[in-house]
């Protein structure tokens, strides 16, 4: 298969899509005053659904994130209670895609946790999740739900494992163990039976989760790949990455066939990390770079040119993190397609931006809005890890997103106790943070040590003086006459 370069030449074709432009929310309809994280770790910090907006925050000690309720606009008290159970830094939060309550997050204190959100959101700061999980030995610095089945939860490591959760028994339940170094990308066919992954190894894998078998395999030298995202059911993969020369450069592959990208596009040279985002309802494709102020916009399509550059939005605040707003959450009626939430650090703003297809008739558009995955579950949790595959529940956006979910999240009863990795509990020994924190914990441990040999030698002198006193005992004049006149009373 030979690469093909994409041309600088504008190609004009007919799409329903070309006029497409984003609209920044008002300020009024804005969030203000959040204490974004500062943390320099490559994910979104920023989780989305149609009831709740939650952002991971900079606090001191242990990590923490915020959950508003997403028609709370304005200025956040500073006070506002947050989720804060975690000893590590917050690295990722998801919501779950059935259960508008129920979001899970990850930390450098190797754990994932489960939270419930009351439907009014938070008026204290919670700090009990509904579940705690253990089996990572290091830091945990992604989580992703899988995309069909209820209480199936994917996390992925610095110990360069990604382990299956089964959340209605709280245990881990298959461990993929195919990566030679950390995982920096997940992403799920529209059916949840196969899983793409980008690794620092540099190589791009397809990768069966139940089985843990790779499938294909991709070390190209000429792309460095960062991101990586499956274009629904088209059997292509998209990345994002790096050229040779260290310019920002995007390639579509075919999943089948990992031995050369289809198609290799070149975007700039600036040195951001390019988040790819597809919808497949529309085959729009958006890339986002972190630190820049704008987002591409494409269309893909199955034949040539494959990638149909659309248009750009443009701003000059740049951009730490995006949410996403789940398709059963947008207006319809402002055929709005897609929505992101904008992280800027800087002014602790949250800012909301609508991708709208511009139509003159104010009649439900059928043609842009497709039946769409819901909130429906298709298959639970033992049904897929025996081996069953279902594609999504699809729902229709016609009538607005009124429906209640009947979905309850039932955490299993467990006894609260440590997980042991490699003989180490991790309820005990949290990793530390920072170099500091790694001192006090080497003096910590030294003083520990001090005070053990300490008391050691103290009970070994202890022990040789009672052994010198029962030894004086059975020496002792008196032991021997009272053993004496025994011994002659029973002679007579």
């Known amino acids: 298969m030979t690469v093909t370069k994409m041309s600088w030449r504008p190609t004009y074709r007919s799409s329903k899509f070309r006029n497409v432009y984003g609209k920044v929310a008002n300020r009024e309809h804005c969030f203000e005053g959040i204490p974004i994280t500062k943390n320099v770790h490559d994910n979104h910090f920023c989780a989305v659904n149609a009831k709740f907006l939650a952002i991971v925050t900079e606090s001191a000690g242990g990590g923490s994130f915020v959950v508003i309720p997403v028609t709370q606009f304005g200025r956040i008290d500073p006070h506002y209670p947050k989720v804060c159970g975690h000893q590590g830094k917050v690295l990722d939060i998801k919501w779950n895609p059935f259960h508008d309550n129920i979001i899970a997050s990850c930390s450098e204190d190797s754990s994932v946790r489960i939270w419930e959100i009351p439907d009014e959101?938070?008026?204290?700061?919670?700090?009990?999740?509904?579940?705690?999980?253990?089996?990572?030995?290091?830091?945990?610095?992604?989580?992703?739900?899988?995309?069909?089945?209820?209480?199936?939860?994917?996390?992925?490591?610095?110990?360069?494992?990604?382990?299956?959760?089964?959340?209605?028994?709280?245990?881990?339940?298959?461990?993929?163990?195919?990566?030679?170094?950390?995982?920096?990308?997940?992403?799920?066919?529209?059916e949840g039976s196969l899983l793409a992954t980008s690794c620092k190894d540099k190589k791009l894998r397809v990768i069966e989760p139940r089985s843990g078998k790779v499938l294909q395999e991709a070390n190209f030298?000429?792309?460095?790949?960062?991101?990586?995202?499956?274009?629904?059911?088209?059997?292509r993969l998209l990345t994002t990455g790096v050229s040779r020369w260290n310019t920002r450069q995007i390639a579509l592959w075919d999943q089948e066939d990992l031995s050369m990208p289809i198609i290799e596009e070149e975007i700039d040279g600036l040195s951001g990390l390019l988040f790819p985002f597809y919808d497949a309802d529309t085959h729009m494709l958006y890339l986002a770079g972190k630190g820049d102020g704008n987002i591409r916009y494409y269309e893909i399509t199955l034949e040539k040119p494959y990638l149909q550059y659309l248009m750009e939005f443009r701003s000059p605040a740049p951009q730490k993190g995006l949410g996403v707003m789940p398709k059963h959450g947008l207006d319809v009626g402002a055929c709005e397609v897609f929505r992101f939430y904008k992280l800027v650090t800087l002014k602790g703003l949250i800012e909301p931006i609508s991708m709208i297809v511009p139509r003159r008739s104010e009649t439900y558009q059928e043609d842009i809005y497709p039946m769409t995955p819901g909130t429906e579950p298709a298959l639970s949790a033992d049904e897929w890890l025996s081996g069953i595959n279902r594609g999504p529940v699809l729902m229709s956006l016609k009538e607005g997103y009124n429906r209640p979910n009947k979905l309850v999240f039932k955490a299993p009863v467990k006894e609260k106790k440590g997980?042991?990795?490699?003989?180490?509990?991790?309820?005990?020994?949290?990793?530390?943070?920072?170099?500091?924190?790694?001192?006090?914990?080497?003096?910590?441990?030294?003083?520990e040590l001090r005070r053990l040999k300490d008391e050691l030698a103290q009970k070994d002198i202890k022990i040789r003086q009672l052994e010198l006193e029962l030894n004086n005992l059975r020496n002792s004049p008196n032991i021997n006459n009272n053993n004496n006149s025994s011994s002659n009373g029973s002679s007579i």
């Open 121 to 190: 959101g938070l008026r204290r700061n919670l700090t009990e999740p509904v579940l705690e999980l253990y089996g990572h030995s290091r830091r945990v610095g992604l989580i992703e739900w899988h995309p069909t089945t209820s209480g199936i939860l994917f996390s992925a490591g610095y110990d360069y494992k990604i382990l299956i959760w089964n959340l209605e028994i709280g245990e881990p339940v298959k461990m993929i163990d195919c990566h030679t170094d950390v995982v920096l990308c997940m992403s799920f066919n529209t």
């Open 221 to 235: 030298k000429n792309h460095k790949v960062n991101r990586v995202v499956f274009l629904g059911n088209m059997k």
């Open 419 to 447: 997980g042991v990795v490699n003989g180490i509990d991790l309820l005990e020994n949290v990793p530390p943070r920072t170099e500091n924190e790694l001192l006090r914990m080497f003096f910590r441990q030294q003083e």
